[in-house]
């Protein structure tokens, strides 16, 4: 099987480097969550697979530890708000 390059890998080198250089803020674990979820089981990409790894294991976390808290995050606040306009209240799906 040949390794496959992700749609989105470029916009998410950016996001990995920027996980593995900061610390784990509600933001960063909330990315982190979602680009292991984004990468799980994808047959390419693997230099940010192993780099999500990384992330985990500078954070001291299971992935599972990581999906609890950001569970909880989720729960409790809006994580991701509409950065341009600086509404917090907003997602940005698009």
Do not use: C
Not at 33 to 41: D, H, K
Not at 76 to 90: L, M, P, T, W
């Amino acid at each position: 099987m040949s390794e496959q390059q992700h749609p989105q890998s470029q916009t998410d080198r950016v996001i990995v480097n920027t996980l593995l250089a900061e610390e784990p803020t509600d933001y960063n674990l909330s990315e982190l969550a979602r680009l292991r979820i984004r990468y799980r089981g994808f047959p390419g990409a693997r230099d940010i697979q192993n780099n999500l790894d990384k992330a985990l294991q500078k954070w001291q976390l299971t992935e599972e530890e990581l999906f609890v808290k950001t569970r909880e995050l989720h729960a409790k606040a809006a994580v991701y708000h509409n950065v341009r306009s600086n509404k917090k209240d907003e997602e940005d799906w698009s």
